[in-house]
């Protein structure tokens, strides 16, 4: 289809004003938001149903996960065809209603686009293996003769993110062994070859087709993997994924990706209305992450190293500061990040004992990872820059630990030696009801199933409570657009004279206060109580901060 569908948006006031600087942009997983057809599916239809909330809660851009045509071996992210959409979520009308609805609402849109790799049943690569060796189809992909005397052995040592050997053995329209490929994640995954023109050319045109829908911008999926170092050299060590964010790899962070989005940067300024590039690169310091962001390239990269960071003060301080020292050169904001469709949710991973890592198979203590993930959320809110919200977080859902084996979907799940392959505690779909099926999901079940207790923590449950969550998150949001020092920024001055294990800084006319001690502990009060994530007892001068409680002041 090449007519496309919705004009770009028009440029306003407000898109003259580099919005992203300190936009809030809510994750959607479409499977697991809402289901608008209910056969337990999350869908297009369902999403823009959603919108209304979305804007309510007071967020300012939707990212969506992929939604493209896709086997769905990996959950969409490997795509057959990037300018149609998968019939379990829709068609491009459905695409096309939801941009629109959601600019009537004020919401900007961000879609994934996924070019590291496509799909194995993507029209270039099923043309690729049956045409055979020879095919100039296979320059478009990386295909190489195997080592050993027949080809046995894979060309070099390179594991796949989800586990085992990141080559797999083709079989030749004769039936003989052939070629291997690359796929950095799962088999149907291949990667492509981007010193080939015609895939940037394809890239290229995959922006424009988007952005001539009305998008508002992409969140590149594996940004850092796109080039790989010439020759393909063997890393010459096993257990790579443990290496993964610590080392500069021949197939990640390569400098060649530069260039890349700097091309693509001259396709977003084309457009009205300050169309942005977001990032999501794994590199192994936030300085190589800014290098994603220099004012010729992207507008934002996902701020990694502070999602990794446990709820400890001095951990806290210290990313903070070196990941707005890492912006300030390249003039890009930094963004904050707690969760999303790859990670335990922070609920959890707070409720569980630092040094775990994201992903996380235990429930820990809920009472304690949600007073924590509450107080966590304010401190994030307040910092300089743009923050993500991943869907459900809100609502303080917490992972499902205990999902059966027999309902996983994960694909690193069913691969040995690959990652924990537990993602699917993160994306069990939403509850909006207090009863139903799926407790208001959709009218045909979820594809994954709900605990019992979701019900107390669904929309429905929450909304008007002003202890809950959600009333929290709205509270927050809509403070952070009111407050003037709030938002965009480029640092924080630190207050001095606090105890151990809790963090003090201010803003232009604002304080924010973080204890992340078990032990409440008194201090002096810095102003007006905007904000509290939890209660808090205020007494002349002095007040209580409890602990895993973060307070917001206006001074």
Same mark, same amino acid.
């Given at each position: 289809m090449t007519q496309h569908l919705a004009a770009p948006a028009p440029a306003t006031d407000a898109t003259a004003t580099q919005w992203w600087r300190g936009a809030v942009i809510y994750q959607v997983y479409p499977r697991s938001f809402a289901d608008g057809n +209910?056969?337990?599916? +999350?869908?297009?239809?369902?999403?823009?149903?959603?919108?209304?909330?979305?804007?309510?809660?007071?967020?300012?851009?939707?990212?969506?996960?992929p939604f493209y045509a896709s086997p769905q071996a990996d959950a969409g992210y490997d795509v057959a065809d990037y300018r149609a959409i998968d019939p379990m979520f829709g068609t491009l009308l459905d695409a096309d209603g939801l941009i629109r609805d959601a600019h009537a609402l004020g919401l900007r849109i961000i879609t994934d686009v996924v070019p590291n790799h496509s799909s194995d049943r993507h029209e270039w690569f099923r043309r690729a293996l049956a045409e055979g060796p020879g095919s100039a189809l296979r320059e478009r992909y990386h295909f190489r003769p195997g080592k050993g005397m027949d080809g046995e052995l894979p060309p070099n040592d390179w594991e796949s993110v989800f586990g085992g050997p990141a080559w797999t053995r083709t079989t030749d329209p004769d039936g003989t062994p052939g070629d291997w490929y690359l796929h950095l994640f799962a088999p149907e995954q291949p990667d492509h070859n981007w010193e080939h023109p015609a895939v940037a050319d394809e890239f290229r045109s995959i922006l424009r087709f988007w952005l001539d829908m009305g998008v508002d911008g992409f969140r590149i999926d594996v940004a850092h993997g796109l080039v790989k170092a010439a020759g393909l050299p063997d890393l010459? *060590?096993?257990?790579?994924?443990?290496? &993964?964010?610590?080392? $500069?790899?021949?197939?990640?962070?390569?400098?060649? $990706?530069?260039? #890349?989005?700097?091309?693509?940067?001259? #396709?977003?300024?084309?457009?009205?209305?300050?169309?942005?590039?977001?990032?999501?690169?794994?590199?192994? *310091?936030?300085?190589?992450?800014?290098?994603?962001?220099?004012?010729?390239? /992207?507008?934002?990269?996902?701020?990694?190293?502070?999602? +990794?960071?446990?709820?400890?003060?001095? @951990?806290?301080?210290?990313? #903070?500061?070196?990941? /707005? +020292?890492?912006?300030? %050169?390249?003039?890009? %904001?930094?963004?904050?990040?707690?969760?999303?469709?790859?990670?335990?949710?922070? *609920? *959890?991973?707070?409720?569980?004992?630092?040094?775990?890592?994201?992903? #996380?198979?235990? @429930?820990?203590?809920?009472?304690?990872?949600?007073?924590?993930?509450?107080?966590?959320?304010? /401190?994030? &809110?307040?910092? %300089?820059?743009? @923050?993500?919200?991943y869907q459900g977080e809100e609502l303080g859902l917490p992972d499902v630990t205990d999902l059966p084996d027999e309902v996983r979907q994960d694909p690193s799940f069913f691969r040995a030696a690959g990652q924990d392959g537990f993602r699917d505690g993160c994306r069990v779909p939403l509850p909006w009801t207090t009863s139903g099926s799926s407790y208001g999901f959709g009218a045909g079940g979820s594809w994954l199933p709900q605990p019992a207790s979701w019900a107390g923590l669904s929309v429905q449950a929450q909304t008007g409570d002003p202890g809950s969550t959600l009333e929290l998150y709205r509270s927050a949001l809509a403070v952070r657009r009111a407050q003037p020092g709030l938002g965009a920024g480029t640092g924080v001055t630190w207050l001095d004279g606090v105890p151990a294990g809790v963090l003090a800084f201010a803003r232009e006319g604002f304080v924010c206060t973080a204890n992340t001690t078990g032990a409440p502990v008194r201090l002096a009060v810095p102003g007006r109580l905007l904000l509290a994530s939890a209660e808090l007892a205020v007494e002349g001068t002095e007040f209580e901060l409890s602990a895993d409680t973060t307070v917001w002041w206006a001074v």
């Open positions: +209910g056969d337990g599916m +999350g869908d297009l239809a369902g999403v823009r149903s959603r919108l209304p909330y979305l804007r309510d809660l007071g967020v300012d851009a939707v990212w969506l996960s010459g *060590t096993h257990d790579q994924l443990k290496l &993964l964010g610590n080392d $500069v790899m021949p197939f990640f962070d390569q400098d060649g $990706v530069h260039a #890349i989005y700097r091309s693509w940067r001259q #396709i977003l300024d084309e457009y009205p209305g300050e169309r942005i590039g977001v990032a999501e690169a794994w590199t192994p *310091t936030v300085e190589r992450t800014a290098n994603y962001v220099r004012p010729d390239e /992207l507008h934002q990269a996902f701020n990694f190293q502070y999602l +990794g960071t446990y709820w400890d003060a001095e @951990a806290l301080r210290e990313v #903070i500061d070196t990941s /707005l +020292g890492a912006m300030r %050169p390249v003039d890009a %904001p930094a963004t904050w990040v707690l969760s999303n469709h790859d990670v335990t949710r922070h *609920t *959890t991973r707070f409720a569980n004992p630092a040094g775990l890592g994201t992903q #996380i198979r235990t @429930a820990g203590d809920p009472g304690l990872g949600l007073r924590r993930a509450r107080a966590a959320t304010l /401190l994030m &809110l307040a910092l %300089p820059g743009s @923050a993500y919200v």
